[in-house]
């Protein structure tokens, strides 16, 4: 079997589920068993997760996997990091699912504020895996990255525009110092 074999339908969902789940489990264990398939199996998993005709949770345990490798950092420093075009498509999916959120118009005259108001599975998982991606390969390799693919989000006609640019600030806020999101918000 190989990687790319994992979203074959016949296969089955559940099938792939039960192998990613085995992949992700030697991610976190043993990282440098996979160092000679890195490019292979890292661009595998980005076309699992990209795959829209798959199911969500196919989806978020293939995200599951490369952010298991990428925060294995202790095991196999630096592995992740070799692969910038594999980073940005990563963080380009994580950013689509920040704007995976729901619009209900009676919220427009809530009287109360409701944080999660709106979020959605695919939210709360992007949110969580944007964190620990940047955790994990720190400022230096994050924000040109992300520098790069926030102007085209800003660009977006959607509604939801306001509630991502909310969570994109405080991200940024949030994991590197002001010097470096003021060489960000430059860039824009």
Request: glycine letters at 4%; one cysteine or more.
């Amino acid at each position: 079997m190989t990687f790319s074999s994992i979203a074959s339908p016949r296969l089955g969902e559940v099938t792939a589920q039960e192998a990613l789940e085995l992949l992700i489990e030697l991610a976190g264990t043993e990282p440098r068993f996979l160092r000679r398939q890195l490019v292979d199996v890292v661009g595998s998993m980005l076309q699992i997760l990209e795959a829209k005709s798959l199911e969500e949770n196919t989806r978020h345990l293939s995200i599951e996997f490369v952010i298991t490798l990428a925060e294995a950092r202790e095991r196999a420093p630096g592995m992740m990091r070799k692969l910038p075009q594999f980073i940005q498509r990563l963080f380009a999916v994580l950013m689509n699912m920040l704007l995976d959120v729901e619009d209900d118009p009676a919220w427009h005259n809530a009287e109360t504020e409701d944080e999660d108001a709106g979020e959605t599975s695919n939210y709360a998982f992007g949110q969580e895996c944007l964190d620990r991606l940047s955790i994990s390969l720190g400022g230096n390799t994050i924000v040109p990255v992300a520098s790069e693919l926030f102007p085209a989000f800003l660009a977006t006609p959607e509604w939801e525009e306001p509630f991502f640019l909310k969570y994109f600030l405080k991200y940024f806020l949030k994991f590197f110092n002001s010097a470096v999101c003021h060489v960000c918000i430059f860039r824009l």
